[in-house]
């Protein structure tokens, strides 16, 4: 298993993670590597996006046309 070092954290960070990590029951270091763990879950955008437009078929200018705002 690897190690991770972050330097430069703010101290009233470090402070909030250190009080919620005593809420939770567990150290800084769990509590990080369990929000590391789910930040790696996340998709990039591109592939949220690409997702997204599968199956979609192009919006014609007629339906832009009808969707779009008024402007005033």
Do not use: C, H, Y
Request: charged residues 40%; glycine residues 2%; proline residues 4%.
């Amino acid at each position: 298993m690897a190690d991770v070092t972050v330097k430069n954290l703010d101290d009233e960070v470090l402070a909030r993670l250190a009080k919620r990590a005593e809420a939770e029951g567990v150290s800084v270091q769990e509590l990080a590597r369990r929000a590391l763990a789910r930040a790696a879950t996340i998709p990039e955008l591109e592939d949220q996006l690409r997702e997204r437009r599968a199956g979609r078929t192009p919006m014609t200018w007629e339906e832009f046309l009808a969707r779009r705002r008024p402007t005033t």
